[in-house]
């Protein structure tokens, strides 16, 4: 597989300019003047997302082979490199990654009032080190990233979170850091069968069935954990819950992506044989968190509740189209994940703005809100609907695309996906429909203010990207397809 | 044979010898307030003897000499300069700690610690059974006194005793193992000795036993499970200043007589002490880490997650022979890279802790930090990447430690002690991350001072200190690749 070289190291300036502007907010924010630091923090995730758009403009959707390359030699003693490089998948999460930061920044604005500078400083080196797991092409260098992530978000929904803070950040950490361990075992076993940590090798590599089968369920273990799929879920509710919107932004809309580009990157193509007689079981889980924890999210009271719960179900979709091994549930499954990260990032986001000005999550609690705030309501509604999985939104593509490789993989395993749309269309809009109509039953609702022009420009770009995806979605496909078609030939072709 | 009294090679032990008890002559006829000149004596000698070893590794210095009882090579030198600098930066984190509670009305303090040194270089460079023995004693006997340097502190005390009544008992343990292992070669010398061994003339069953011996005297000395009783004691017992003393350094020393010992002289029985090994690393992973949870008292705490470490340690030893009886250097230089760094970390910690000591307040306990972060953000964020670095996780320099040492088990065969090691450090994640929990999420107790960051001399140590802790995180390979080297180009096998 070839590679393209780049001169400007724009991967590099992606990793770490929020990484450094992370650190100058660091020693130069104050709390006492804080406006001062959230500025500081705009201009600066602005910048780290300005850095990401020369990756898109100069792509070439041509070709399968890792695009602008950097390759240094990292930690001599393993073989270890720098090596970093982009293809048709992984440059969508890196977009997506510098977007939400913007938008994480913003939402944080009025509302983070304490240790304003920390916030803004653990959000930004939080996105550098998430669009380095995205570009890193070297085992080792890609765990570090992994697992990095861990130390800003612990401390993000310990200490700005909810009342019930330390339980979720504690089990979020060590939850995710059983799985990844686990995975780093693989890893090592890896470089000691191939002395390199370079992944493309191990992609490469023959390797026995026993020992596909047991990197496979090493891997599955941290990958399964972060996606998450059903049973190892439970951490995904309560971090949602306690952690600040911009957390439970973050949190949905990128870090579960890393878990299933793991999948794409490392389960898939270095254990294919594994993959494909496992694929039973996997599809098996998948479908369990599209349809029980769909009917798990109806019932919730909490909103952060109900939509991390689809949040679990939506990634059901994305698990069950990277089985089932055709290219049409492949595409809907990437589809369905970059479509994920906009419209639950902005899901939080509205309910995060009904809990700053209610301060309840309870759907109790709310009622006849279109009243107040008309503006607010029509947003809420349209991404409600986009995560209901309505045609003309980014919510359908994927969810179609998946169902469509699902129908052909097997007919009633189809059927069963397909009523996911209506496990989706229940949830949302009936969540919707208590609270956002109806009368207005208590006083609170009554003094709640429409959203401001901050909010507004927030909500605004989010609706204009799950809109253009939902009606336009070509763009996106021709960009990955080459990728995805490399990858399923690589698949097909046994290792044994 | 070449001239036998090569004191050239001796030159750094010669050197700090004269420095200390000039030193000490010095501070009995100029008593100076607090005694700072004795302190400033003290860095001085230390920073000359760094000088003559940097020169001498520079200019490649090396051999035996003494008759065989004494080696100079790269691994000496690598070990000495980390134990000078370890020295140099505990005497640093600790003045005005030991002058807030009058520890410095006499200079014992600086001589015993130089002589403590002394003997910690004569351990390092220990080529002989009887040199092995004779530095541990001067480093023991000076690290004893040490411990009782608070007359006043009856928990001081107390620990003091325990520590020498046990240390004895290793030295006994020790010594006695070393009368077997003579008894059975007739040599003294570890060339001698390895020479016996691989020769196969000797009594397997005396070899045996006296390895068992030695092994226990060491696995004191080291602190594992279940020679670690006297460890939490001591590290809580003694000032926090002595603590530093006996955490860091002191550790190198035991690790060097370790690899000289089982490596270059009892190589041939490595099956019987890596087995002792093995045993010895899981009950360390396992107690160290288990009863760490329960702890309320930060040095404590920080106690048994030494024991854990040196777990860590000994898995890398143990590696060093693969499944299939070939050699891998990797393994011993692992365990070095493990121990520097866990040096370097320590030394971080115990020197955060005096930090936030105050005259007539001892920060102890874990709840000592309560709403750090409110307090001094600066400070919480140095303890908050000690404590990821010590649970061992990137980008920080704890992760490639544990990172090298399981490469090491897994390339030995050893995929499921792997496995456990690694399940037990997820446990020891929690009790670390309890700590940055306790000074980030909680508020900070009504009585708390603000602390401010005024730069202070130390304060600079400790940063930079930190910030070596960042770096190596990011670019762990240099040292990592020095450790294989000198380890190759010292032991033979």
Redesign the interface.
Known sequence: MGEMTTTIPWLSLSIFVPIVAGILVLIFGRDDRADYTRKMALVGAIVSFLVTLPIYFGFDSSTANMQFVENV??????NSAYHLGVDGISIWFVLLTAFITIIVVLAGWEVITT?VA?YMAAFLILSGLMVGVFVALDG?LF??FF??T??PM??II??WGGPN??YA??KF??YT??GS??T??AF??L??VTGTFDIATWQATQLGYTPQLLIFIALFAAFAVKVPMWPVHTWLPDAHVEAPTGGSIVLAAIMLKLGAYGFLRFSLPIAPDASQSLSGIMIALSLIAVIYIGLVAIVQDDMKKLVAYSSVAHMGFVTLGFFMFNITGLEGAVMQMISHGFVSGAMFLCIGLLYDRVHSRQISDYGGVVNVMPKFVTFFVLFSMANAGLPATSGFIGEFLVILGAVEYNFWIGLLTATALLWGASYSLWMVKRVAYGEIKHDHVREMKDINCREFLILGLLAIFVLYMGIHPKPFTDVMHVSLQQLLEHVAISKL | MENQFNFALALPEITLSILATLILLVDVFIPSKNRSLTYMLSLGALVIVTLVSMYQWNAGVAGHTFYGHYVTDPLAHLMKVASYLAVMVTLIYSRQYVIDRGMVKGGELYSLTLFALVGQMVMISASSMLTIYLGLELMSLALYALVAVRRDSLVAVESAMKYFVLGSLASGFMLYGISMVYGATGHIDLAGVAGAVKAGNVSYMAMTLGTVFVVCGLAFKLGAVPFHMWLPDVYMGAPTAITLTIGAAPKLAALAITLRFLIEGLHGLADSWQQMLMILAVLSLAIGNLTAIMQTNFKRMLAYSTISHVGFVLLGLMSGVNADGSLAIGAYGSALFYMLTYVLTTLASFGIILLLSRQGFECEEISDLKGLNRRSPLMAFGVLVLMFSLAGIPPLVGFYAKLVVLQAAIAAGHLYLAIVAILFSLIGAYYYLRVVKVMYFDEPAADAPVIGNQLTFRSGVMSVNGLVIILLGILPGGLMTLCVQVIDASLKF
């Open positions: 030699s990292w930690i001599a003693a393993f240790r920390q080792l765990y570090v697992e990095a861990l130390i612990y401390i310990g200490v803070r330390v950040a504690f950490f060590l850091l059983l361990l686990l780093l075992i090592i076993y470089y000691t």
